[in-house]
C-alpha cells in the first residue's frame, strides 16, 4: 500500500540535490501556465504564492507573466539556489522565504492564488489546504500542478521501470491523475477541476541521468547508484537517435476557489 510521501522528511531529503534539481529538472509547458492565469483571472500585479517552490523553476514562469510571486521552500538549499538563479531581465524576481505548506508564515487574506507544483503531494493535504485557504483572498484560487510521466510512450515507460526498481518509488509516486485528488474533494474549495497538457523534454545521456538523480528516492548509496545508473545508460543506448532522447509527460493542472462570503439579503 502506498505510504503518505509527507511522512518521508520532505523537508530534508532534498538537500545536497539543488544543483541538480535546477539542471535537469523539466520546465512546465506554456499551455499549462496560460490555463492557470486565465481560469484564475491571474493578472500583472496579482499576488501568487508558490509554496514548496524548490529551485524557483515554476516561481520564475509566472513572475515572467508579471504577477509578484513569492516562493515559500523550507530547504536552505533549494532556497539559496532559487536566490541565485536570475530572472530574464525586465522580469522582477520572486523573493524566496522559509516556510512550510502547514505553516507559510504569511497574514491572512494576502494571496490571489497559492501554487504548488511538483510539491502537493510532500504536503500533509488537509493541513496544507486550510493554510491555503487561510492566506488566499475571497474568491482567489489554489493551482496544483505536476509533470507526469505518460508512459504511453515506448521510451517513457522504459525510463519509468528503472525509476521503479528504486526502493522508495513505489511509496512516494503517485498514479497520473491522482495526485490532486484532496483538492477535488475539499470543503474549502468550490469550482474544482483537472485538466491536462502534453510536454517533452529531450535530453542526452548526461541530462538523463541528471534527471533521474534530481529525483529524492534515487539510490545514493555507490554500488546501488551505479547499478541504477547503468541501467539508465542502458536505456537511453536502445533509443537515442543522434544523441538524444525525448521523456514524455502529460502535465495535470489542478484548480479550485476559496469562496467569498454570502451577503445576507436586506428586506
Given at each position: 500500500?502506498?505510504?503518505?510521501?509527507?511522512?518521508?522528511?520532505?523537508?530534508?531529503?532534498?538537500?545536497?540535490?539543488?544543483d541538480?534539481?535546477?539542471?535537469?529538472?523539466?520546465?512546465y509547458?506554456?499551455?499549462?501556465?496560460?490555463?492557470?492565469?486565465?481560469?484564475?483571472?491571474?493578472?500583472?500585479?496579482c499576488?501568487?504564492?508558490?509554496?514548496?517552490?524548490?529551485?524557483?523553476?515554476?516561481?520564475?514562469?509566472?513572475?515572467?507573466q508579471?504577477?509578484?510571486?513569492?516562493?515559500?521552500?523550507p530547504?536552505?538549499?533549494?532556497?539559496?539556489?532559487a536566490?541565485?538563479?536570475?530572472?530574464?531581465?525586465?522580469?522582477?524576481?520572486?523573493?524566496?522565504?522559509?516556510?512550510?505548506?502547514?505553516?507559510t508564515?504569511?497574514?491572512?487574506?494576502?494571496?490571489?492564488?497559492?501554487?504548488?507544483?511538483?510539491?502537493?503531494?510532500?504536503?500533509?493535504?488537509?493541513?496544507a489546504?486550510?493554510?491555503?485557504?487561510?492566506?488566499?483572498?475571497?474568491?482567489?484560487?489554489?493551482i496544483?500542478?505536476?509533470?507526469?510521466?505518460?508512459?504511453?510512450?515506448?521510451f517513457?515507460a522504459?525510463?519509468?521501470?528503472?525509476?521503479?526498481?528504486?526502493?522508495?518509488?513505489?511509496?512516494?509516486?503517485?498514479?497520473?491523475?491522482?495526485?490532486?485528488?484532496?483538492?477535488?474533494t475539499?470543503?474549502?474549495?468550490?469550482?474544482?477541476?483537472?485538466h491536462?497538457?502534453?510536454?517533452?523534454?529531450?535530453?542526452?545521456?548526461?541530462?538523463?541521468?541528471?534527471?533521474?538523480?534530481?529525483?529524492?528516492?534515487?539510490?545514493?548509496?555507490?554500488?546501488?547508484?551505479?547499478?541504477?545508473?547503468?541501467?539508465?545508460?542502458?536505456?537511453?543506448?536502445?533509443?537515442?537517435?543522434?544523441?538524444?532522447?525525448?521523456?514524455?509527460?502529460?502535465?495535470?493542472?489542478?484548480?479550485?476557489?476559496?469562496?467569498?462570503?454570502?451577503?445576507?439579503?436586506?428586506?
Amino acid at each position: 500500500m502506498m505510504s503518505p510521501a509527507h511522512d518521508k522528511a520532505p523537508t530534508t531529503r532534498f538537500t545536497g540535490l539543488a544543483d541538480c534539481y535546477a539542471r535537469f529538472r523539466p520546465s512546465y509547458p506554456d499551455a499549462a501556465i496560460q490555463h492557470a492565469l486565465a481560469r484564475c483571472g491571474l493578472r500583472p500585479g496579482c499576488v501568487l504564492v508558490d509554496v514548496g517552490c524548490g529551485t524557483g523553476i515554476s516561481s520564475r514562469l509566472f513572475a515572467m507573466q508579471g504577477l509578484q510571486v513569492i516562493g515559500i521552500e523550507p530547504n536552505a538549499d533549494m532556497r539559496r539556489q532559487a536566490d541565485a538563479t536570475p530572472s530574464p531581465e525586465g522580469v522582477a524576481p520572486p523573493t524566496y522565504r522559509d516556510g512550510r505548506a502547514e505553516a507559510t508564515g504569511l497574514p491572512r487574506d494576502f494571496a490571489d492564488g497559492v501554487l504548488a507544483a511538483q510539491a502537493f503531494h510532500w504536503f500533509e493535504p488537509g493541513k496544507a489546504l486550510r493554510e491555503f485557504a487561510r492566506v488566499l483572498k475571497e474568491r482567489g484560487w489554489v493551482i496544483l500542478m505536476w509533470n507526469e510521466r505518460d508512459e504511453g510512450d515506448a521510451f517513457t515507460a522504459e525510463y519509468g521501470s528503472v525509476i521503479r526498481s528504486t526502493r522508495e518509488a513505489e511509496t512516494i509516486e503517485m498514479p497520473r491523475g491522482r495526485a490532486g485528488q484532496p483538492l477535488l474533494t475539499c470543503s474549502e474549495f468550490r469550482h474544482a477541476q483537472r485538466h491536462e497538457f502534453t510536454h517533452r523534454q529531450e535530453l542526452d545521456e548526461e541530462g538523463l541521468l541528471g534527471r533521474a538523480f534530481s529525483a529524492s528516492y534515487a539510490p545514493r548509496e555507490p554500488g546501488e547508484a551505479e547499478r541504477f545508473a547503468a541501467s539508465l545508460r542502458a536505456v537511453f543506448q536502445r533509443f537515442a537517435k543522434a544523441g538524444r532522447v525525448t521523456l514524455r509527460y502529460r502535465t495535470s493542472v489542478y484548480t479550485a476557489q476559496r469562496p467569498g462570503v454570502v451577503q445576507a439579503q436586506l428586506p
